[in-house]
T-cell receptor, first 115, second 115 residues
Framework: AQSVAQPEDQVNVAEGNPLTVKCTYS??????LFWYVQYPNRGLQFLLK??????LVKGSYGFEAEFNKSQTSFHLKKPSALVSDSALYFC?????????????FGSGTQLTVLP | DADVTQTPRNRITKTGKRIMLECSQT?????MYWYRQDPGLGLQLIYY???????NKGEISDGYSVSRQAQAKFSLSLESAIPNQTALYFC??????????????FGEGSRLTVL
């Protein structure tokens, strides 16, 4: 079975400060990992993904995430937060070697960037 | 125009009524999905279809049915709506041809309220 945990329902950060949104995962084999962002009244938009290779993945809008196999984590980061980054963020996983044919999503983390 | 279009975007109905949510896509993807989003629960998979003749139940299929009318169209039906089906519903697509990572492309969502 595959699962994802986002331990923080809410993250608040001041504009200009670095931000981190946490994600840990569980799979039987090796993972495909994703981050999506949802703005109010909109669908989910793809931010970045880890497939293989370099553990640091760069994505849209200055976001990046680091794959850490030993800690089974894929935390989302940005060096300097913007008010416009305020949104709901979802981590998702798929076990590339398992029988699951679809993504499993975390419960989401609401990021608020304070001006 | 959006690549993944959902109709209606908002619907209010009464308990016991039949409701259909429609999804159409212009991405040319074979795989289509219906997810339900509830606050604090993330996204839960209702049904998914890997082609017109391949339809599968997801985590929470009870009370729902689907129809894959064509490669581009995937409809979700609530035969007899109940209040706990009040939620935001998302259609998504994926393309197995790009490494089959499971990366999803989402519609804008359909907000359903059952009174």
């Amino acid at each position: 079975a595959q699962s994802v945990a986002q331990p923080e329902d809410q993250v608040n950060v001041a504009e200009g400060n670095p931000l981190t949104v946490k994600c840990t995962y569980s799979v039987s084999g090796n993972p495909y990992l994703f981050w999506y962002v949802q703005y109010p009244n909109r669908g989910l938009q793809f931010l970045l993904k880890y497939i293989t290779g370099d553990n640091l993945v760069k994505g849209s809008y200055g976001f990046e995430a680091e794959f850490n196999k030993s800690q089974t984590s894929f935390h989302l980061k940005k060096p300097s937060a913007l008010v416009s980054d305020s949104a709901l963020y979802f981590c998702a996983v798929r076990d590339r070697t398992g029988s699951a044919r679809q993504l499993t999503f975390g419960s989401g983390t609401q990021l608020t960037v304070l001006p | 125009d959006a690549d993944v279009t959902q109709t209606p975007r908002n619907r209010i109905t009464k308990t016991g009524k039949r409701i259909m949510l429609e999804c159409s896509q212009t991405k040319g993807h074979d795989r289509m999905y219906w997810y339900r989003q509830d606050p604090g629960l993330g996204l839960q998979l209702i049904y998914y279809s890997f082609d017109v003749k391949d339809i599968n139940k997801g985590e929470i299929s009870d009370g729902y049915s689907v129809s894959r009318q064509a490669q581009a169209k995937f409809s979700l039906s609530l035969e007899s709506a109940i209040p706990n089906q009040t939620a935001l519903y998302f259609c998504a697509t994926s393309d197995p041809g790009t490494g089959d990572t499971g990366e999803l492309f989402f519609g804008e969502g359909s907000r359903l309220t059952v009174l």
